[in-house]
């Protein structure tokens, strides 16, 4: 995935990096297995290389949750852009992502 992706570091750690749009979003579901399914325990999502997350992004987010879920896993986001915090306010979706 050129210019967006997934960087997994120690700890359980998943840097995301690039666009989370419409466009990139399939991009981003399609490699989530590598990072989701490859341990156990908490997921934290570290979000400062995100350099625009739109609706589709933050649809993505929310499709995560649902798959570590299922997974058995917990993901918690970190740094979120404001851009996506302002849509997560916006959709009233606070207590989903502990903003």
Not at 4 to 12: E, I
Not at 14 to 21: A, D, I, L, N, Y
Not at 78 to 89: A, K, V, Y
Request: glycine share 10%; aromatic share 8%.
């Amino acid at each position: 995935m050129t210019g967006n992706g997934f960087t997994a570091r120690d700890g359980g750690v998943v840097e995301v990096s690039g666009r989370m749009t419409f466009q990139t979003v399939p991009q981003f579901l399609a490699h989530t297995d590598e990072w989701l399914r490859s341990g156990t325990g908490k997921v934290t999502i570290d979000m400062h290389g995100v350099t625009l997350a739109d609706s589709a992004g933050l649809a993505l987010m929310l499709e995560w949750l649902e798959m570590a879920r299922a997974a058995k896993r917990e993901i918690v986001f970190t740094n979120i852009p404001e851009q996506t915090r302002d849509l997560i306010h916006v959709n009233g979706l606070q207590r989903v992502f502990n903003t």
